[in-house]
């Protein structure tokens, strides 16, 4: 898929006041500074359309692009932040849970882990949640420029093993940079098929 044109659209805190769900949505989530926005720059190909930072925590709303006038980008704010506090981190969880299982266009979860690092407590716990919360992911290992791709090739292996602990099947994943753009055509490709299959939710008037 060419990207062709890509718009901010919104930010919010409040699932009620997100745009009308007629679109298919795909979100990208993730430990803080995992690489979300910048992947989002990478695969539009616009440097500052989200906004990226070294310090985590940088993304605090739920920000709504939309891409080719066709479907919804969604970069949110990631979690296991450690210099927040544990009320910010529990209101986090609440509004990103609340977020992912009310949506009704969201086609699909794209959970990014960091391809730098072992398999993380939070990062399977989080897909767990999303399992048994029926709510469809893929796994986007990120960094990729920043090791050799037999150390990635290892630390995704392990990813997906322990996943299988779970998981009678561990959904697909892409190895990713923003850096180099390594992975992001397929990403593109994988939402241009979902987005062929879209059929958008009935909307009550009442
Ligand atoms: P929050 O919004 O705070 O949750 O972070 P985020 O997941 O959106 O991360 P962000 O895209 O802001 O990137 C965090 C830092 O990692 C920035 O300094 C980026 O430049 C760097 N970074 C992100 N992706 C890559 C990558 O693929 N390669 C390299 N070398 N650096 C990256
Ligand atoms: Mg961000």
Redesign the pocket.
Same mark, same amino acid.
């Given at each position: 898929m060419l990207v062709k044109t890509a718009e901010f659209l919104t930010s919010n805190t409040k699932v009620d006041k997100l745009p009308a769900p007629t679109l298919p949505e795909y979100a990208f989530i993730g430990r #803080?500074n995992v690489g !979300? #926005? $910048?992947l989002i720059n990478a695969m539009t190909n616009r440097k500052g359309l989200? !906004?990226? $930072?070294q310090t985590p925590g !940088?993304?605090q709303l739920i920000n709504h692009f939309v891409i080719n006038g066709d479907w919804y980008l969604v970069?949110l704010?990631?979690y296991g932040f450690a210099r927040t506090s544990k009320k910010n981190r529990a209101e986090w969880e609440r509004f990103i849970r609340r977020y992912l299982t009310r949506r009704e266009n969201l086609q699909c979860v794209f959970v990014l882990i960091d391809s730098r690092h072992e398999p993380q407590k939070i990062d399977l716990d989080f897909c767990c949640w999303l399992g048994e919360n029926g709510l469809p992911f893929l796994l986007v290992f990120t960094k990729a420029d920043k090791q050799s791709g037999v150390k990635s090739d290892q630390n995704i292996a392990k990813f997906r093993k322990a996943l299988l602990s779970w998981f009678e099947e561990v959904p697909p994943h892409f190895l990713t940079s923003a850096e180099t753009k390594q992975g992001t055509d397929e990403i593109l490709s994988m939402i241009a098929d979902i987005n062929s299959r879209f059929e958008p939710p009935v909307i009550e008037n009442n």
């Amino acid at each position: 898929m060419l990207v062709k044109t890509a718009e901010f659209l919104t930010s919010n805190t409040k699932v009620d006041k997100l745009p009308a769900p007629t679109l298919p949505e795909y979100a990208f989530i993730g430990r #803080s500074n995992v690489g !979300k #926005s $910048s992947l989002i720059n990478a695969m539009t190909n616009r440097k500052g359309l989200a !906004k990226t $930072s070294q310090t985590p925590g !940088k993304t605090q709303l739920i920000n709504h692009f939309v891409i080719n006038g066709d479907w919804y980008l969604v970069d949110l704010p990631g979690y296991g932040f450690a210099r927040t506090s544990k009320k910010n981190r529990a209101e986090w969880e609440r509004f990103i849970r609340r977020y992912l299982t009310r949506r009704e266009n969201l086609q699909c979860v794209f959970v990014l882990i960091d391809s730098r690092h072992e398999p993380q407590k939070i990062d399977l716990d989080f897909c767990c949640w999303l399992g048994e919360n029926g709510l469809p992911f893929l796994l986007v290992f990120t960094k990729a420029d920043k090791q050799s791709g037999v150390k990635s090739d290892q630390n995704i292996a392990k990813f997906r093993k322990a996943l299988l602990s779970w998981f009678e099947e561990v959904p697909p994943h892409f190895l990713t940079s923003a850096e180099t753009k390594q992975g992001t055509d397929e990403i593109l490709s994988m939402i241009a098929d979902i987005n062929s299959r879209f059929e958008p939710p009935v909307i009550e008037n009442n």
